[in-house]
Structure formats: structure tokens, C-alpha cells
């Protein structure tokens, strides 16, 4: 008994002592600080008050290449368990929710994570550091959920079944890695995610998830001193791990010939792709393969899309992805066919491009523009709190989160030659998986894989200086009124200028274009749709190539968005490059190139894009809602079109056609713009009033109303043969817009109902029947009309589809009945506050936000009276909206999928 008592005074002290101690400081990089708690969990911590969000990562050197025989999946079956709680946590998904988290997690071959963004609050992050803490070493592990959550991963399996792309790459990788575990899928082999045992489960969780093999990062707006404090608090009571982690040795031989596998299934397009043995990240010929990809998949000039996708026109698109790993890797190049094309066509032109380097080496133009453009990403991407964290995942699995730094570094100092070397050495034959297998006489065999130590590659590390910090920026919306200028441009045009400090002195903007009318804009979609995609093809004073240049100088990344009379243009650049971004757009927007060439290959990108929706469940759902829906006569532009029709609208299209669309629609009448960031504002206002001036359309914008019209309710199935993934749809017309008293009311119902990971539909149909990987709701609000929507869905096993209909309708039955809690209701008040307060720290968001408001007349105020509305929304309004339009006899419902 004494003895008994003397262990447990032991174990007190102990845990007390590693409570006491601080975090040990170990190395500062770029803004980024690395500690050690005794326990061995690693911390990183990257401070960042330009955003008022918080990201919190926490990575496990863990992930599918540590399973056993049997035990494929079980790192990612594991990650699911973990969201099923513990004791003191047994509802995760829940109290995220309620708090307003953005959370998740994901597993990869070297490596699992759990992250969340949440509107920065100390109380949301200390409690977020207490669950990821009680979450490593106390997690339930239980029976009785890995019975449910069965389901659920064998739908995340399923629907990754449904995707060609998904599947080949699948197919390609266990072709080509004979022993390593990196051939295995990291979702697993259905047999073993059905019968892995939950001793083997609960074995590997005790031995993988420890203090000592985990990496903590916290980014973001915080409190460096606190935050440690907390972490200490949280992990420094949790022991090391007394059990030896196996030490991992197996690596493939050479590759001792082309090897190829062929998959045959229903839907999609052909497709080639070729996958290169290449070293792990930590290699320092790592750098060039990155640069190879590029040089030979990056539009325009990539070797690739302008042989393939340019001359012979045999493909539709190219890509190249190097997986950045912990071991040796592959480098993927990949080319998708139009409909009817021919994949064996289209794989011997790769190879004859990809392996024919020696006889036509790249030039050095070449690697300085992939150079700029592969810099600009890392620069975009470490600019970006939320996202750095993240990343670091791979470069911390890899053996060090400084890889990150070091593998910018070689690419900056990437001699061609060494580029030159390195894709001779490996884009051979014999290192070559494809979908054929051809012996060769004389084999060319690749450099020998070997292990990297990551620490003998940093010795000579040298960190660059960090950025200055920034200072703290308030998203509340009169905070944001206070700043914000709104401005009345040239014919008509609105801008909306937020000038604010930013990491890396980034500037956000997103332009809107309204255009055209009822009459003009009548069978004119797929025009309108194409001109959109060939914006970014080239102007009248520069080519596509020297485009796509002139955006590389100036560090911007843009997207185009078209829509049933409009389009969006969202970019992003620097500081000092501003005002020329903005010259820019205006010049892409007002003198498009528009060649014959481009519009044939967006025309085939586009006519590809839809002969692979055909006979996806969750595409063919959204078509058949769409043309149930539609109520105009034919060829009126705010019908949905069918599959067929869009493909004739497509292949009748001109460049005459496009050339007098633009014409007679494009012009500042309706344009606005949002822009937010780092920017010098009186010169952007000169440069906003010169771009619109004399600019406009031929037709004077109307806007296209939508009108309330009675939809029949109507059920139908459509079956989509050889697809392991089922879709359900159903949506449902509310004669209300988006300025009546009840809105708010309602946009909380549906909150509690189905959109959120906590809500009555997720619950029942995801957590508790572990039927589906993913079940949603959603309110699509009309400004002007009432005529608003309401939708539903949920991906499934198609052998589900009963029983997924059963939980729905049983729990829309229950919500009309017994209506919500005050508890509930609380909580999603609090979360849909924080989600709100999130999306407006993203400046591309609130560009958007801003640039809408423009258009509709409206500004901060109206976001601060709905968050004001939110918050005093009683329990009985939104029982009371809940009843007044929830009405399931009223639905139009569309199910796809193998049904038998």
C-alpha cells in the first residue's frame, strides 16, 4: 500500500515539474519561432496581426506508409475516430461549431493533421489547444463508433471511386512503387477499412499519436507569451512515449523498365499520365524537378500545352505535380483528351516531349519564367497565415519544417545545367510508368534512391530576415465603414478602396461585371461563357506569353468567374505594383486578344469539363434541379441548360460571335470594383478614373429579374451505371428576398438544420447512421424578388439510398414538430457570428463583399443591422420562419446514382 502511495506521489511531482517548465527555445526563422516542450512535442509559432484569424495545426509524423499488412487506411480511419470525442470532449464536431471553428483534418502517406481558422478569440484558441491536447492521448478509440464511421469512410472511398482522375492516379502509383507503402492508397483497401480490428486501432493511436512525434504550430493573430503558457498548460503534463517507434528502411530498387497499367471506367474523358521515379524534398535535385514540371506543363509556354493543346490540339489541358515527400517520389505529368480522343496518341506525344530533352534541352528563358512563377506562389503562399501552418505539415513529415525555406532557396539558386542533368537522368524510359509495358534492349537506369538527412542538407542553411509585423486590423463592420472609400468612377462605374497594412504589402481586389439585357443576352450563354475564359489569353498589345509574363513581374494571380449576365475578376499583386495591376485587368477586361487558337482550345476545354459532368451523380443532380427549375421559354439566359444543348451552344460559337458580344456588352455602366489591402489610394483612384473613362457598351446593362413563378413538386431518379457514389438534391422555392423581416430568422433555421457540422441533418445522417461523408443545406437569396431558394443534399453508397431518405425526412418531420432549443439556438447564434466575423478578415472576401455592396446599393451598416438581427433573433421567430416555409410536399427532388 505504502509503495502504491510513494508511485503515485512520484507521478504528481513529475507531472507538476513538466507543467512548471517553459517551453524551451530552440530556433527563430522568417518570422517563424520553433520550441521544445520537455515532453518532446515540438512548437511552432508565427505571429501575424494583419488578420484577425487564428490557425492552429497540429501534424503527427504518421500517416499510410506506417501501416502494416492489413492495416491499410487505418491512419486515415484513425483521423475520422478522432473527431468522435473523448470523456471530456465527446461531441467535437459540436462544439466547433458552436464556437465558430473551421475545422478538419487530413492524412497523406508521411503525415496526419488537425487544423482550425477561427475569428480571432484567446478563449477560442486556448480551448482549441485543450482539445487538441486531450484529443492525443485521451480519445474514445471505441467500438461503437468505428461501427458507424464504417460508413462514412467507405463513402469518402466511394466517392473517390467515381472520380477517373482520382483513380488513375491511384492505379499509377501502385504500379509504380513494388515494396514502399507509398503505392498503397492512403485511404485504404476496403477490405481492411471493414475488418482492421479496435485493438489494432487503439495499438497504433498509442504508439503514433505522442508529444515526441508531433509538431504544434499556431499562426496568426495571438499572444506569442500567453499561447505558450497555454501550451504548456495544455501538453506539458503529458508524458513522452515510453514505446520505440519503428525506424522505417524499406525503399523500391531501380525501375528496370517501362511499366504501364490501363483503368476502364464509365464517364470522363481519356487521359494520359506518365509518373517518373524523383528524390525525396530534401534532395537537392528536388528544386529542378519542381522546375521541370513547370517548364513542361504551365501554360502558355509550357513544352506540353503547346504541343499537345496548342498545335496538335489532341489535348484539352496539361499538368505536372512533384509530390514533395519525406522518401523517394514521383513526378506526375498528366494530359487530358477531348471527348473521342485518342489517350495512346496523346501518352506518345507526352513521352516524346518529356524524354526527348536531351536532343531539344531547355533554354534558360525557359527556367527564369518557371523560376518567377514557382517564386511568386511560395511568396503568395507563405504571405497567407492560414495557410502556412498547413503546408509546413509536409516539410515537418519530410524531417524538418525549414525544408520549406531551403527548397525556395534552390530554386533561386537552380543553374540550368543542373536542371538540364537532373531531367536527363530521370525522364527515361525504363523509369517511365504509363499504361504500357515495352522491354527494352539496352535499359538506362535512374540514380539510386537514397535516404536524405535532412539535418547535413541545413548546415549551411542561412535564414533571410523576417518581414516587419503588421499592424492589427478590426473587421468589425462599422470599423470597416470607417475605413472604407466608396467612390463614383467614370460611366457609371463604383469602386469601394479599404487601404490597410497586410503581410507582405498585399493587395486584394475583385471587379464585377454586370452587362447586357434580356433581349441581347438571349441564346448568347456559351459566348459569353467563352469570352470570360479567353480574357486572360493575351490583349491587343500583348500576347498570351507576354501576358502571362507581365503578371508574373507583377506578382498577381487572378480568376475568372462568368455568370448569367456578369462576370467577376478577382487578382492579387503587391503594393508597389498596384496601380499597374489595376491597369492591367482594365486592359485585359476593355482589348482582349481574342484568336482563333484560344477559343478552340477553351472550346475544348469546356466541351471536355462537360462530357465528364455527364455521368457524375453530384453534376447530373445540380443539372436536372436546374432544368426543373427553369421557367422561361427557351433560349432565355436564366434557364438551365441540358448537357446536349449546352454542347451544341458551344460548337456553334464564333470568333465573330465573340469579337461582337464583346462589343456590344463590355463597359463601366455596371462595373465595381472592391479593392483591399496594402495600397497607395489616392494613385489607385487616378488609375480606377483614367481605366473607366469613355469606356462603354454598346447595350445599356439591365438587370435580368427573377420573379416569383410556382415550380410543380416533382421526385426523379436518374441512374448512373458503374458510379460507387450517389447523389441527392432537393430544393425548394421561398416567395421572400433578402430584405424581409424574416431573412435572418430563416438564415438561422437553416444553420440548425442542415449547415453546419453540428446540425439536426449532419447528425443524424452523418454521425449517427455514418450513411454519408457529406450532407448540406443551403439558401441561395435574391436581392430584388421574393424569390428566394432553399436546397438540401447528401452524398451516399447507392444501397443507402432508403435509409438516407428515411433519416431526412424523419428529422425534417422532427424540426416541424418540436421545432429548435434554446441551447441550440444560442450556439449557432455564436457560431454564425464568428463564420461572419472570418469571412470578412479575408481581404479577397470582403473585396467581393464590397464590390457587391456596391452594385446593391448598400454598405457595413446593413452587415452590422444583420449581425445586430442575428444576435436578438428570438427562439420563437425561427421556429415560427422554420414552419412558415419548410415545406418537404413542395420539393423538387432529383436522386443519381447506380441505383438497382
Keep these: 500500500m505504502l509503495r502504491s502511495v510513494l508511485l503515485g506521489l512520484a507521478l504528481l511531482a513529475a507531472s507538476l515539474a513538466a507543467t512548471a517548465q517553459s517551453p524551451k527555445p530552440i530556433r527563430e526563422v522568417e518570422g517563424i519561432s520553433e520550441y521544445r516542450l520537455a515532453n518532446g512535442l515540438q512548437v511552432l509559432l508565427a505571429p501575424d496581426a494583419s488578420k484577425p484569424t487564428t490557425t492552429v495545426n497540429v501534424t503527427y509524423r504518421v500517416g499510410s506508409k506506417h501501416e502494416n499488412y492489413g492495416e491499410t487506411g487505418m491512419a486515415h480511419l484513425l483521423e475520422h475516430l478522432l473527431f468522435k470525442g473523448s470523456p471530456r470532449h465527446p461531441n467535437p464536431w459540436a462544439e466547433f461549431a458552436k464556437r465558430g471553428l473551421n475545422a478538419n483534418g487530413t492524412t497523406w502517406y508521411d503525415r496526419t493533421n488537425y487544423f482550425a481558422s477561427f475569428s480571432a478569440n484567446p478563449d477560442t484558441l486556448k480551448w482549441y489547444l485543450g482539445w487538441q491536447a486531450d484529443a492525443m492521448v485521451n480519445s474514445f478509440i471505441a467500438k461503437r463508433h468505428l461501427v458507424t464511421e464504417f460508413s462514412v469512410v467507405r463513402n469518402e472511398m466511394e466517392m473517390g471511386e467515381n472520380n477517373p482522375a482520382m483513380i488513375t492516379w491511384e492505379r499509377l502509383w501502385a504500379a509504380m512503387f513494388q515494396w514502399h507503402n507509398y503505392g498503397k492508397s492512403t485511404i485504404g483497401a476496403r477490405t481492411d477499412v471493414e475488418n482492421v480490428s479496435i485493438d489494432r486501432l487503439k495499438a497504433f493511436y498509442k504508439l503514433h499519436y505522442q508529444p515526441d512525434n508531433a509538431t504544434l504550430m499556431v499562426s496568426g493573430k495571438f499572444e506569442p507569451r500567453q499561447t505558450l503558457a497555454w501550451i504548456q498548460q495544455a501538453f506539458g503534463s503529458l508524458p513522452r512515449s515510453r514505446q520505440a517507434r519503428p525506424v522505417l528502411y524499406t525503399l523500391d530498387p531501380v525501375q528496370d523498365g517501362e511499366r504501364s497499367v490501363t483503368v476502364r471506367r464509365s464517364g470522363g474523358t481519356p487521359s494520359g499520365t506518365l509518373g517518373y521515379h524523383v528524390p525525396p524534398v530534401a534532395h537537392p535535385d528536388f ?35 512533384a509530390a514533395a515527400l519525406a522518401e523517394p517520389s514521383a513526378l506526375m505529368l498528366g494530359a487530358d483528351a477531348p471527348p473521342g480522343g485518342d489517350a495512346q496518341a496523346l501518352a506518345k506525344a507526352m513521352i516524346e516531349i518529356s524524354e526527348g530533352l536531351a536532343a531539344q534541352p531547355f533554354a534558360q528563358t525557359e527556367l527564369d519564367r518557371a523560376r518567377v512563377r514557382w517564386l511568386n506562389r511560395w511568396e503568395q503562399l507563405f504571405s497567407n497565415p492560414e495557410a502556412v501552418g498547413q503546408v509546413l505539415s509536409e516539410y515537418v513529415a519530410a524531417g524538418d519544417w525549414r525544408l520549406f525555406f531551403l527548397l525556395r532557396d534552390r530554386v533561386k539558386a537552380m543553374r540550368l545545367e543542373d536542371v538540364q542533368r537532373v531531367a536527363q537522368e530521370r525522364l527515361l524510359p525504363a523509369n517511365r510508368t504509363l499504361a504500357l509495358y515495352l522491354p527494352t534492349d539496352k535499359p ?49 462605374a463604383q469602386a469601394v478602396l479599404l487601404s490597410k497594412p497586410t503581410r507582405g504589402a498585399r493587395v486584394s481586389g475583385q471587379l464585377q461585371l454586370r452587362f447586357g439585357n434580356l433581349e441581347s443576352l438571349r441564346g448568347q450563354r456559351s459566348t459569353s461563357d467563352l469570352l470570360a475564359a479567353l480574357l486572360d489569353k493575351g490583349t491587343r498589345g500583348l500576347d498570351r506569353q507576354a501576358l502571362r509574363d507581365r503578371l508574373d513581374a507583377l506578382k498577381m494571380e487572378l480568376q475568372v468567374r462568368d455568370g448569367t449576365g456578369g462576370l467577376s475578376l478577382a487578382f492579387n499583386t503587391r503594393r508597389e505594383h498596384a496601380v499597374e495591376a489595376v491597369n492591367l485587368v482594365f486592359e485585359m477586361l476593355r482589348e482582349p486578344r481574342l484568336e482563333a487558337a484560344a477559343l478552340e482550345e477553351v472550346r475544348s476545354q469546356f466541351l471536355s469539363g462537360i462530357e465528364a459532368m455527364r455521368s457524375e451523380p453530384e453534376h447530373i443532380v445540380n443539372n436536372r434541379l436546374g432544368l426543373l427549375r427553369s421557367t422561361h421559354p427557351a433560349g432565355d439566359p436564366r434557364n438551365e441548360r441540358s448537357w446536349d444543348g449546352t454542347v451544341a451552344d458551344l460548337k456553334a460559337v464564333t470568333l465573330d460571335g465573340v469579337r461582337a458580344f464583346h462589343a456590344r456588352h463590355y463597359g463601366a455602366q455596371q462595373l465595381t470594383i472592391g479593392l483591399v489591402g496594402d495600397f497607395d489610394r489616392p494613385a489607385v483612384q487616378a488609375a480606377l478614373q483614367a481605366a473607366t473613362r469613355g469606356w462603354q457598351a454598346q447595350v445599356n446593362p439591365q438587370r435580368l429579374a427573377q420573379p416569383w413563378a410556382d415550380i410543380a413538386p416533382v421526385e426523379e431518379r436518374q441512374r448512373t451505371p458503374d458510379k460507387q457514389n450517389a447523389t441527392f438534391g432537393a430544393t425548394l422555392s421561398l416567395p421572400i428576398h433578402d430584405r424581409h423581416p424574416d431573412f435572418v430568422p430563416l438564415m438561422l433555421a437553416d444553420y440548425l438544420l442542415g449547415a453546419n457540422t453540428d446540425s439536426r441533418l449532419w447528425v443524424r445522417i452523418r454521425e449517427k447512421d455514418g450513411l454519408s461523408y457529406g450532407t448540406w443545406s443551403g ?51 455564436r457560431a454564425l457570428l464568428n463564420y461572419r466575423a472570418l469571412s470578412r478578415a479575408q481581404d479577397g472576401s470582403l473585396a467581393g463583399s464590397l464590390a457587391l455592396q456596391a452594385y446593391l446599393g448598400r454598405d457595413m451598416k446593413r452587415v452590422a443591422e444583420v449581425d445586430a438581427q442575428i444576435q436578438a433573433t428570438t427562439l420563437e421567430q425561427v421556429n415560427t420562419v422554420l414552419r412558415r416555409y419548410l415545406k418537404p410536399e413542395q420539393f423538387q427532388i432529383v436522386w443519381a446514382g447506380d441505383f438497382q
Excluded at 293 to 321: C, D, N, T
Excluded at 463 to 481: H, K, M, R, T, W
Design 287 to 321: 528544386a529542378a524537378v519542381e522546375l521541370i514540371g513547370q517548364m513542361l506543363a504551365e501554360p502558355p509556354a509550357g513544352r506540353l500545352h503547346k504541343k499537345l493543346v496548342e498545335e496538335l490540339r489532341i489535348a484539352s489541358s496539361v499538368s505536372a505535380y
Design 444 to 492: 538506362q537506369r535512374a540514380p539510386k534512391p537514397e535516404q536524405v538527412d535532412a539535418a547535413a542538407q541545413l548546415k549551411d542553411f542561412v535564414p533571410q530576415a523576417s518581414g516587419e509585423a503588421v499592424a492589427a486590423f478590426d473587421a468589425s463592420p462599422l470599423a470597416i465603414e470607417a475605413q472604407a472609400q466608396r467612390l463614383k468612377l467614370d460611366g457609371g
Design 779 to 829: 439558401l441561395d437569396w435574391n436581392a430584388f424578388e421574393p424569390n428566394s431558394s432553399w436546397s438540401f443534399g447528401a452524398i451516399f453508397a447507392p444501397q443507402n439510398r432508403e435509409r438516407v431518405e428515411k433519416a431526412f425526412r424523419e428529422e425534417l418531420a422532427r424540426a416541424l414538430k418540436d421545432g429548435f432549443s434554446p441551447a441550440e439556438l444560442g450556439t449557432a447564434q
